[in-house]
């Protein structure tokens, strides 16, 4: 969702200024109804905004699948100017990232227009595995493991994994496999720390239907119609609109 008059500039109807004046005079309504607040918030994708009664064409639905390397920053702007994901991503749309990767953490991160959809990701009540590959130099040890599986308390709400096993050994350490359904701030490296698990690097290989296998690093994706459909049944927001994908 975005500010109505941040919507309206951004289609050119008019400078953020003039587009708050005519939100004020009562000239732009959403999905039938007169907004005169300023605050308001409206889905590009999906609301029926008119100016005047004039119907603003909706913009075209993206989603879009980044390899986020390490060192970015998940925002769409930074005052400190640091790199952002947005600077891998240059398209014509406004998109947003769905949730955060921390600046250090890699892999799959989706960005989209779509504001159902980007809430639907992130709310646990749709369940959309977050699937986790945390790199770790030593084995852990099985009652820490389990202590994992248990669950363990962050900001006072107990988080019980989907998942957690060991995926493989590789030459750089051991590869833990963390699934979880939440999308708190820096949740997995928190969970580690809870039970004592040094993070060395830590990746998202999967959310939900979508997986980073075949991305490279800092390449992006549109995702396919396919995993669009697959992603919308599994939030229960029905068929993917032909038009919208490539
Ligand atoms: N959990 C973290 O700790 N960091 C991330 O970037 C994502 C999940």
Redesign the pocket.
Known sequence: MERLQRILAARGVASRRAAEELITAGRVSVDGNVVTELGTRADPVRSTIRVDGKLLKTQRPRYILLNKPRGYI?TTKDERDRRTVMDLVQIPERVYPV????R??EGLLLLTNDGDVANRVMHPRYGLD?E?HVLTLSRPADAVLQRLRNGVTIEGKRVVPEEVRIQRETTEGLILKVV?HE??????????EEVGIP?ER?R?VRLGPLSVTGIQSGIWRELTHGELTTLLEALRLGQANESGVD
């Open positions: 998940t949730g955060r990767l921390d250090d953490t977050k986790y979880v999308g708190m701030h820096h949740l997995v490296r928190r969970m580690m993070v830590l998202r």
